[in-house]
């Protein structure tokens, strides 16, 4: 099982949430000051940018599960990494935490800060 960090359609009440059906959700977490969303349309992407900290929701995803979803973010084509981060107490650094980051230009982008509200 790998622990995902997701931040914006995945989460709960997200337009792309039952990707994560079947899965077990940890709870709520923030990452580390160091990243902010960007308004990508309907859905964000998250950047190594700034001094926010994003929140979100860990989940326990399964290999053919993260497979699906390595897909849906477009990992195969460039357009999102899919990379560890280091998550804010009470979360630990031995925590081992992955998540979507968009690789895309983000020149003319708004940044949208902390929050995806779904």
Known sequence: MTRLFVYGTLKRGGSNHAYLAGQQFIGQARTVPGFTLIALGDYPGMVRLGADAVDGEIWAVDDERLKRLDALEGVDVGL?????????PPHTADEAVQAYLYLGSIEGRVPLGAVWPV
């Open 80 to 88: 999102y990494e899919r990379a560890p981060i280091a998550l804010a």
